[in-house]
């Protein structure tokens, strides 16, 4: 079993910056797939790796958004810049130990979840 739990949600100003945590406890290895979602209030994959390094990215958020894992940490971040006030939603991690590397925005490839943390961008 994984437990999964997200850090680094908060309040901050359009054009501002903040950087979300993952933690994963539990049996991890390095085969591990990980994403980002949001929901506000439909569920909106927002980045997702996978273990052969592929990267994935919504439209809504490439060039701004940053995804990467420390192994060594099992941990998940996301790193935001520039955000806007349409990026307000709550931010949920997600992991499972197989994924189709064509579908890691895709809610159903994960079976883990983290009990999200909530981001607000004021304008």
């Known amino acids: 079993r994984v437990q999964l739990v997200e850090s680094g949600g908060g309040l901050v100003q359009a054009g501002g910056s903040l950087r979300l945590s993952c933690a994963a406890f539990?049996?991890?290895?390095?085969?591990?797939?990980m994403a980002w979602f949001r929901q506000a209030p439909g569920r909106e994959g927002v980045a997702g790796i996978k273990?052969?390094?592929?990267?994935t990215y919504a439209d809504s958020v490439k060039g701004r958004f940053t995804i990467s894992k420390d192994n060594a940490k099992n941990t998940l971040y996301l790193q935001m810049n520039s955000l806007k006030p349409e990026d307000t939603a709550i931010y949920y991690c997600?992991?499972?130990?197989?994924?189709?590397?064509?579908?890691?925005?895709?809610?159903?490839?994960?079976?883990?979840w983290g009990q999200g943390t909530q981001v607000t961008v004021s304008s």
């Open positions: 273990d052969d390094g592929t990267i």
């Open positions: 997600a992991a499972s130990f197989s994924c189709n590397r064509w579908l890691l925005l895709h809610a159903s490839e994960y079976r883990y």
């Open positions: 539990g049996y991890i290895d390095s085969s591990i797939c």
